[in-house]
């Protein structure tokens, strides 16, 4: 890849947190965070990490895994999204749509399979500041917590982004779905907020005990913490590629969107993330404490192999098609929802 050596080297100075790439693990409608012990859960979930993933998580999550399918090989963590499905717009049935590896100008994929990419920055893509604002790992034991809503029916707060991917272009973030086809896919992005209460482990709504200070799209500058919410932790985010390319001659040009979450949500606005916190002891906290460490497991943490991590499964709990053509999503009723 010769032609990637002088983005690198204009890349190369930049140093503040983890990112790495996560291999698919199950696609399945399980959702410990939001519907605990329900099996099936409402919708299907595109799910990532640590094997000891399942309907019910409680307990030290890092402590029971045996392995996972990210990159850091102690972050047993688990990260889902919604899945993407395409509704395709003659005979109304539905379609997963396929995940594929963020291919980002900083390491590529490193041969992992779907997934999605996760970073933990501690201040912004540039500067760790860790001097003047030190980063708390999520408590060891039963942290979670989820950014968006299926619900949502007005424009989702900054950081729940899509991209339309054309010709290797990501484009500008919008906070809806794309309204044309994309030629490389719909890119999306879940930043979760970075400030917490420094009490509860979780809420209600899986997101009052958290708090964003961010204002504004990409990875900007995190304000200072508010009283209320004073616990710097470190600011988790997201990015998943959906090849959209194989439905593109499907979408007849000027026809609204035909692309759905697997909650039947036809507006962008209801696209949510769930995060179970799962590192293995203090892994997290001492990654955190190091400064200048973008990309390279900061010094602090064992990586492993894609290929090793693409070997980590669960079983599959919900027996039920997922992928299509369906007449119905999985779980959902045939109906049509109103554009919101
Ligand atoms: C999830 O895993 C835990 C730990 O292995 C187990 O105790 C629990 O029964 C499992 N829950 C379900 C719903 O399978
Ligand atoms: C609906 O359209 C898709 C795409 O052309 C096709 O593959 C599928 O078989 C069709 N389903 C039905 C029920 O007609």
């Keep these: 890849m010769k032609s990637l050596s002088p983005v690198l080297a204009l890349i190369a100075p930049v140093y503040a947190g983890l990112r790495f790439p996560c291999s698919t693990l199950t696609i399945q409608r399980l959702d410990p965070v939001v519907e605990p012990g329900s099996i099936p859960a409402a919708h299907v979930h595109h799910i990532v990490g640590g094997n000891a993933f399942n309907a019910t998580m409680e307990g030290d999550v890092g402590a029971r895994a045996t392995c996972t399918t990210c990159q850091m090989a102690d972050d047993f963590s688990n990260y889902w999204t919604a899945h993407l499905y395409f509704k395709d717009p003659t005979n109304g049935t539905y379609h997963r749509v396929p995940v594929i590896p963020v291919q980002p100008l900083l390491g590529g994929s490193q041969g992992a399979q779907g997934g999605l990419t ?19 790992s999520f408590q060891p034991v039963r942290f979670r917590m989820t950014v968006g809503s299926p619900a949502a029916t007005s424009e989702p707060r900054i950081g729940l982004r899509y991209q339309c991917i054309n010709d290797n272009n990501r484009g500008a973030e919008m906070s809806d779905f794309p309204p044309k086809t994309c030629n490389g896919g719909i890119f999306t992005t879940h930043h979760f907020p970075a400030c917490w209460d420094g009490k509860n482990l979780d809420s209600p709504d899986h997101q009052s005990h958290m708090f964003n200070t961010v204002n504004s ?3 900007p500058n995190a304000p200072a913490c508010p009283a209320s919410h004073p616990v710097r932790m470190p600011q988790v985010t997201y990015e998943t590629v959906w090849d959209t390319s194989k439905f593109n001659a499907l979408w007849p040009a000027g026809t609204p969107n035909p692309y ?12 949510h993330a769930d995060y179970m916190f799962g ?3 203090d892994s997290l906290q001492r990654a ?22 693409n070997k980590c499964t ?15 999503l999985p779980g959902g009723a045939k109906h049509e929802h109103s554009k919101q």
Excluded at 260 to 271: A, D, I, Q
Excluded at 288 to 309: H, I, P, R, T, W
Excluded at 314 to 328: A, C, N, Q, R
Aim: glycine residues 10%; negative net charge; aromatic residues 14%.
């Design 118 to 136: 996760v970073y933990y920055t501690q201040f912004d893509l540039s500067r760790d500041n860790i001097k003047k604002q030190p980063v708390k």
């Design 217 to 219: 799209d990409g990875f």
């Design 279 to 281: 590192w293995k002891g």
């Design 288 to 309: 955190m404490d190091k400064s200048e460490c973008f990309y390279d497991g900061c010094g602090a943490l064992n990586k492993q192999a894609m290929s090793v991590a």
């Design 314 to 328: 669960i079983p599959e709990t919900i027996h039920e098609e997922t992928e299509g053509w369906l007449s119905v």
């Design 260 to 271: 759905v979450w697997s909650f039947e949500g036809t507006s962008g606005y209801g696209t």
